[in-house]
Structures are given as structure tokens and as C-alpha cells.
């Protein structure tokens, strides 16, 4: 259990932002092009976290993260069973985020900011690492479909950073 401290701390931190996000006033007249725009973000956002969970999964980041931490590796079923049940919650997001449902909104809002980390940390723990750490070379790619991701929220839910 001590293996999954560092992925609870930092999905934690882009849960409770997604919550927040999600729970924040928005306009009732959200226009439905922008809804569209942000169920296609999630949808490529989803597809881009699938080619990032491969690649992490291919190379060992289960056996590999809480080592560099001190703790023991994390189950490859906790692992794989976590990513595909929020892989699943993100494509059944898709649906729910076009009709402008806040819990699609809580989902989307988790993955992309989630995926915002992942563009950051990976690189970080490569260089922890002093080599290549799973998940490096699709993280600027998750890192990218993330930040596209929220600001495609931002725009469909009338919301600018700092602002209701």
C-alpha cells in the first residue's frame, strides 16, 4: 500500500482542483459548439492517456515509481485496474461532458489536469532517474492534450483562471 503514496498525492491534488473546477458557478447558456469542442478534447485527451498507460505499462512505471521513492513497487493489478477504470469513467465522460453534466465535468476536469502533471513529472523523474523513466516519451504528448483539454473547459463553461 506504501507503494501508491506518490500517485495519491498527486491525484489527489488534481482531484480536489477538478472538484473545485467542476463545482464552480458556470453561465446555464453554455453554447453547444463549445460543448462539442470539449467532448472532442476529452475523447482526444482519452486516447492520448491510453497511448500513455501502454507505454507506461510496456516499460515497468508500476515496478518502477515507488523505488525512486523508497517504497516498494506498486501492483501491476492495482496498476492496470486503476488506469482502465478511469479510461472507461473518461470515455463514458464524453457523452455526459457534450450535455453539460457535472459529473463529466468533475472527470474531465481530473484528466486534464492529471494529464498537465504527467507532462511535467515524467521528465522530472527522468532526470531523478538519471535516464529514461516509463511514461517519458508520451508525456509531452499527455502534457499537451491536457492543457488543450482545459482550456476547452475553460471556454465551454465560461470560466477564466482566477474568475467565476
Do not use: D
Request: aromatic share 12%; glycine share 8%; with cysteine.
Amino acid at each position: 500500500m506504501q507503494s501508491l503514496i506518490p500517485s495519491i498525492l498527486a491525484l489527489g491534488i488534481a482531484a480536489f482542483a477538478a472538484l473545485v473546477l467542476a463545482a464552480r458557478p458556470r453561465s446555464s447558456h453554455i453554447k453547444e459548439t463549445e460543448r462539442l469542442a470539449s467532448a472532442k478534447a476529452l475523447a482526444l485527451a482519452t486516447g492520448v492517456q491510453c497511448i500513455h498507460f501502454a507505454e507506461e505499462w510496456a516499460t515497468g512505471f508500476h515496478e518502477k515509481l515507488g523505488p525512486l521513492f523508497g517504497l516498494p513497487p506498486m501492483s501491476q493489478s492495482v496498476f492496470v485496474a486503476f488506469n482502465l477504470v478511469w479510461i472507461a469513467i473518461w470515455i463514458a465522460s464524453v457523452q455526459g461532458l457534450h450535455a453539460a453534466r457535472r459529473f463529466a465535468l468533475f472527470t474531465s476536469w481530473f484528466l486534464a489536469i492529471a494529464a498537465m502533471i504527467n507532462g511535467i513529472a515524467h521528465p522530472l523523474l527522468a532526470i531523478a532517474a538519471n535516464g529514461y523513466f516509463p511514461g517519458l516519451f508520451t508525456s509531452p504528448f499527455i502534457g499537451l492534450a491536457g492543457f488543450w483539454l482545459s482550456s476547452r473547459l475553460r471556454a465551454a463553461t465560461h470560466q477564466q483562471l482566477g474568475h467565476s
